[in-house]
């Protein structure tokens, strides 16, 4: 099995994105290297990737992700644990994914989630999704420390769209 250490270091993580744009890197690559680090930083987290919201559509599309291929690649607002999260604007953490009515399963082996959105304000960009083979794997401690990456990249997207 890849070791990996036990926790994302998140602070360090945001310094490193800003460390990135300072040297004029774009969105598109720090959601890939976000991603990247954050999926080798604990060994909990088994899928990471970043959806984008399409407002036009009005649905999700997966930009990158580290993790087994999933056929998920477009996922309606409100549909799914990604899609809620958008249709209500909120965080998700879900211990057990078996008890979500309209889970979008990505791999039978995962047992919860994470999903944390990328927004400034009432402005929803996207959002960072995480899959654990391990059940009730995610806590608020993770929440607050992707939050953190979630709103330096929400700079560099808010940025680009002004
Ligand atoms: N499980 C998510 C779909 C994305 S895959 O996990 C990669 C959902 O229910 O929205």
């Not at 047992?111 to 927004?119: D, G």
Request: negative net charge; hydrophobic residues 45%; proline residues 2%.
């Amino acid at each position: 099995m890849e070791l990996k250490l036990t926790m994302l270091d998140s602070n360090a993580l945001v310094h490193q994105i800003q460390a990135m744009r300072d040297d004029g890197h774009l969105s598109d690559a720090l959601l890939r290297y976000a991603v990247k680090n954050i999926e080798k930083a604990d060994s909990r987290f088994d899928w990471v990737g970043v959806y984008l919201f399409d407002a036009e559509k009005n649905d999700l599309w997966l930009h990158n992700y580290v993790g087994s291929p999933t056929e998920h690649a477009r996922i309606p607002v409100g549909t799914g644990v990604c899609g809620m999260a958008v249709a209500e604007q909120a965080n998700q953490i879900v211990d057990d994914v078996s008890t979500v009515e309209n889970y979008l399963a990505c791999n039978p082996d995962v047992q919860s989630e994470i999903v944390v959105l990328i927004r400034a304000g009432d402005d929803i960009f996207g959002q960072i999704d995480i899959d654990s083979s391990e059940k009730a794997a995610f806590n608020t401690e993770d929440e607050a420390g992707l939050q953190a990456v979630a709103d330096k990249l929400a700079e560099q997207i808010a940025a680009e769209r002004r």
